[in-house]
Every structure is written in structure tokens, then in C-alpha cells.
């Protein structure tokens, strides 16, 4: 006998043996219940005084007999019955309800979640005899309605083809999956926010995942923001809330939930085993638009260790059950094994790479030592993602350094030469973006590229000064700057994009921010910013003349290819 799934505690061995004895009854597969099956249901469903459920597959088999309690039934994990995009479980549930009930609220939600063929109940008298059939299904395309409750069905001939009805709805589904695939490149996705701020620190958060969204080449379908006394430290948002959520993404064709906050692994895996969706946060966004944008090698690399020591932590076998238990009791053996050679090689991996960065840190510090012996000082570009720092440089230094209206455009350090009006030459060098907590996988990774900054004699911060979140994005690079121990040089702060304010406004935030107000793609208003910059380095460039560095020791040292004549 196929074992029984859920509360089959105090039944007696006969009731056991005949609620077992339901597997061996088929339907057909356009039925949706027989008359005996109605009332043998009602008739084993009275005597226990619980509920039971029968999960029955397309040919018309029970493939799962489930036992619940008065109020409801539990219906068991279904990760062998998965629903493709544009199409649903496979399986209709059928299962008792006392007192003449119709369906539940915990009845359409499971529908929905589980993306079932068939939702039924079979509403019983006080005597147990079934009175009604009362059946839902989704309702595919309908913005807002997930599913359609069907009129009350007799459960002696209910009229309904259950295998018509679920190809209709499969069609219907498939035409709008192919339909909104076509409509948006890339995978759908809908952006979450939980947070104990107010709404208004909330609100530009969200817009900023957005930005990383579109960036990521997402297409966002819908955008949750759920403000909490206390998050919650399992699914990081109420039960029903995140049901609400997975429901509304079903309904939207949505792949993916993107959170802003980061998730641990047990956070993870606990909201994708609750909703059987995709589910990343804001620093798997980030890591994999550094992936899409890393050109050189030293890119790439740094991409690649700041992604294994990322999911080093989440590391887990894949089978769902072994996941739970990942060692131990019940985990030893082959399966353990497995997981340690394969958490052994992402740990190697991560120490070939540390020391494939270590020889570029080592490259980096010979061109600094050449670069003080000729005696050229060094600026280098920081500021907020997307603020126009790689705009600046090209401007100033007339290059070609790719841009785009989009975060982290540009990911690998660029160097120019400069030469002011006053005979003086410069190496301006532009540097990855940052942003609000920017992931320490990432800081720790991008620490050889970091150290570029480290050489700098001269720090222009770019900020977009059109930004309504300009005096905190300003904030959270000079926490950056701070946090890498860079605050003892010199620092300008540079107001971009002054073009796309009145003047009032603008005259607002240079009094907030105390900086040089320019458009980095007119190289008429950047005179003022050349003057003050070349009022800095005179002076330092006079003492590096009078006393050099020394030269560095390799004979081989050279200024860094990306630097131009």
C-alpha cells in the first residue's frame, strides 16, 4: 500500500487500510469524481472526523491520498510534479469539507501557489453525504484575478471535462507566457523591499534595485514594499504576505524575486522552497552585472572570487531533502562527500585567483613607483555609479572609455593622460562606481583595483547633482572612502549634470554639497574645475621634481597599458 500523506495519528488499523485502499480506485481522466468515490469519500471523511484529500494526475490516477484535520488538509511537497512555464502541476485536488463548505481561502491560495489543474471540494451534510462539488481553476491573463471559482457541481454528475478544460487553460497560458516573453527581453522579475525604514528612505532604495534591474537587463513586472516593526528572521516577510507575493508574480509571468535586502543562505532557501520560485538579492544583482561588464582578465577574476566567496556559504547538495541536512546524522557517506570535494575546489579556485590579484597589486605598485620617478601626479575619478566619471574623462582627456545611462557601465579602471594649460601633466585615472552598501564580497574582491586609489594624489568626487538622493549617495561614497582609509588626500567634489536644474536649484545643492558645478559633456564648463585642480597639484608637482622616487627595482616595469600618450 502506498503510504498515506499527512495527520494519520490515532486512525485505526481498518480506517487506515481502507483510506490506503483509495489508490487502487482510477477515474477517468476527463471525470472529476464518481458517484462512489463521492460517497465513499463523505463516508470515511465522517467517521475519522477529518478531512481527506486525493491528488489525482491526468490520466486519472491518485497518485497521493492526504489525511488532514477538520479544517484543513496539508498538501504534501509536489518538486516530482513541477509546472513548466506556460503550463500548470499536472494534478487536481479533490478533498472533503464539513458543514457544506465551499471553498476556502486556503484553498484558492494553494490553487494559485501550486499552479494546480483543478481545485475541488466536496461539500458533505451533517450525515456525511455529499451535497455539492464546488471546483475553481486559475484564470489565465486576467491582471489582479489569479483564478475562477466554478458554479456548484452535483457530486452524483458533475458536469465538467476536466482534461478539456485544463488543455484550454494550458493553451491560453502558453499563448501569454510566448507573448510576454516576446514583449520584454530577458527574464521578468518583481522587485521586494522589507525594511523597519520609513517609506521615504524606502522608496529611493526601490528605485535604485529598479535601476539595478534594468541594468541586470531585467524586466521589472511589479515592485513590493513592506514596512515592519521587526523583520522576520526566517522569510524576512509574514507567511501570508509572501504568499500574496508569489501569487501576484504567478499572475504576472514573473521568473524571479529580486530583494533588496540580502538574504542568508537559510533565508534563501527557506522563500524559494515556500513559493518554488527563483529567488535573489541585491548583491547576486550586483555580482551579476559586474559579470556581464568585466572585459580584461583582472576583471574577470575579481568578478569570479567576489561570486565563490559569495556562494561558498550557500553551498548546498542538490537534493532538497539532503539540504536540510548537509552533513551528520542521516548526511554521511557519498552525498556528504560530494559536497566537501565540491566546497574543497571552489576554496582552491578562490586561492588561485587571490594569487593571480596578488601579481597585479604587485604590477600596480611598480607602475606608482615609475610613475613618482617621473614625477606625474595621479587623479583619480570616484563617486556614485552612473554619476558621469567615465563622461569626465573622456571630455577632458578626449578618449573613447565606453559609457551608458546605466549602473556600473563601466567596470575596469581606465588611465589617460592630462595636460593643463600651464604645462602641467597628469594621469586621470576613472575607477569601478560605488554604491550604497556596496557588498563586502565585492570590496573585497575589487581590492587590488581599490588600491588604484590609494596612489592618488587628487580625488574628484563626481556627483549628480540632478539626483533628488544626491546628498546621500554623497554620503555613502565619503563612508566608502572612509572605510578604505583614504580620507588623508585631497578631494574635490565635482557637481555634474547642473544642465538638468534651474538655476535656484542648483545654486541649493552647491551650497549643500560645497563643489564645482560642471556638465561633463561640455568642455567649456569644465575651465573653472581645470583651474582649482591644477591649483592643488602645482605645488605637489613642484615637490615630486625636486625629489624623485626611486626608480623601481624590476627592469620590466611600465607605465600600465590603458594609460595614453
Do not use: W
Amino acid at each position: 500500500m502506498t503510504r498515506i500523506s499527512g495527520n494519520t495519528t490515532g486512525l485505526k488499523p481498518n480506517q487506515v487500510r481502507r483510506i490506503g485502499a483509495l489508490y487502487r480506485r482510477r477515474l477517468a481522466p476527463e471525470t472529476l469524481c464518481t458517484p462512489e468515490l463521492a460517497n465513499e469519500l463523505g463516508a470515511l471523511s465522517t467517521e475519522i472526523r477529518r478531512q481527506i484529500g486525493l491528488l489525482v494526475d491526468r490520466r486519472g490516477r491518485i497518485v497521493t491520498v492526504i489525511v488532514g484535520d477538520a479544517q484543513r488538509i496539508v498538501i504534501p511537497d509536489l518538486e516530482d510534479f513541477r509546472a513548466a512555464p506556460g503550463r500548470l502541476r499536472g494534478l487536481r485536488c479533490l478533498h472533503t469539507h464539513f458543514k457544506a463548505e465551499a471553498l476556502s481561502r486556503d484553498d484558492l491560495t494553494d490553487l494559485d501557489l501550486l499552479r494546480l489543474d483543478l481545485m475541488a471540494v466536496l461539500a458533505l451534510d451533517e450525515d456525511g453525504k455529499p451535497v455539492a462539488i464546488h471546483a475553481a481553476h486559475v484564470l489565465p491573463g486576467h491582471q489582479g484575478l489569479t483564478h475562477q471559482v466554478l458554479p456548484p457541481l452535483s457530486p452524483h454528475h458533475p458536469d465538467i471535462d476536466c482534461l478539456e478544460l485544463v488543455r484550454s487553460l494550458e493553451d491560453e497560458l502558453g499563448r501569454i507566457d510566448i507573448r510576454r516573453r516576446t514583449e520584454g527581453a530577458g527574464e521578468r522579475a518583481v522587485l521586494v523591499s522589507v525594511t523597519t525604514a520609513s517609506r521615504r528612505q524606502a522608496v529611493p532604495a526601490m528605485q535604485e534595485l529598479r535601476q539595478l534591474a534594468h541594468s541586470c537587463g531585467l524586466t521589472v513586472v511589479g515592485e513590493v514594499i513592506q514596512q515592519r516593526r521587526k523583520v522576520d528572521p526566517s522569510l524576512l516577510l509574514g507567511k501570508g504576505k509572501l504568499q500574496e507575493l508569489a501569487i501576484e508574480a504567478l499572475q504576472r509571468s514573473a521568473t524571479l524575486l529580486v530583494f533588496d535586502q540580502e538574504l542568508n543562505p537559510s533565508q534563501s532557501r527557506a522563500i524559494a522552497d515556500a513559493i518554488e520560485m527563483k529567488v535573489i538579492d541585491r548583491t547576486q544583482l550586483i555580482l551579476d552585472i559586474f559579470a556581464q561588464r568585466a572585459q580584461s582578465r583582472e576583471g574577470k577574476l575579481q568578478v569570479e572570487l567576489a561570486q565563490l566567496r559569495y556562494r561558498l556559504p550557500r553551498l548546498v547538495g542538490k537534493n532538497r531533502a539532503m539540504s536540510r541536512l548537509a552533513g551528520g546524522i542521516g548526511g554521511r557517506g557519498p552525498g556528504e562527500t560530494q559536497l566537501e570535494i565540491d566546497r574543497r575546489r571552489v576554496r582552491e579556485r578562490i586561492g588561485r585567483i587571490e594569487s593571480s590579484l596578488e601579481q597585479v597589486r604587485s604590477r600596480r605598485r611598480q607602475q606608482k613607483a615609475l610613475r613618482q620617478r617621473k614625477a606625474v601626479p595621479v587623479i583619480s575619478l570616484v563617486g556614485y555609479t552612473n554619476a558621469g566619471k567615465s563622461t569626465m574623462l573622456n571630455t577632458l582627456t578626449h578618449s573613447r572609455v565606453p559609457t551608458a545611462d546605466l549602473l556600473f557601465a563601466t567596470l575596469d579602471p581606465s588611465s589617460r593622460r592630462l595636460r593643463f594649460p600651464r604645462d602641467l601633466e597628469v594621469i586621470l585615472t576613472d575607477t569601478v562606481g560605488f554604491i550604497r552598501d556596496l557588498p563586502k564580497e565585492l570590496r573585497a574582491a575589487f581590492r587590488a583595483t581599490l588600491e588604484e586609489l590609494e596612489q592618488a594624489d587628487l580625488l574628484l568626487h563626481v556627483i549628480d547633482v540632478s539626483d533628488p538622493d544626491c546628498e546621500a549617495r554623497a554620503a555613502a561614497v565619503d563612508d566608502i572612502l572612509e572605510d578604505l582609509e583614504l580620507q588623508q588626500i585631497p578631494l574635490l567634489r565635482v557637481l555634474n549634470k547642473q544642465d538638468r536644474l534651474d538655476p535656484e536649484t542648483l545654486q541649493q545643492r552647491i551650497r549643500m554639497l560645497s563643489g564645482v558645478p560642471v556638465c561633463a559633456r561640455d568642455a567649456c564648463s569644465l575651465a573653472p574645475l581645470l583651474e582649482q585642480m591644477q591649483a592643488i597639484l602645482e605645488p605637489l608637482a613642484a615637490r615630486l621634481a625636486a625629489s624623485p622616487a626611486k626608480a623601481p627595482s624590476s627592469p620590466d616595469a611600465a607605465p600600465s597599458p590603458s594609460e595614453n600618450g
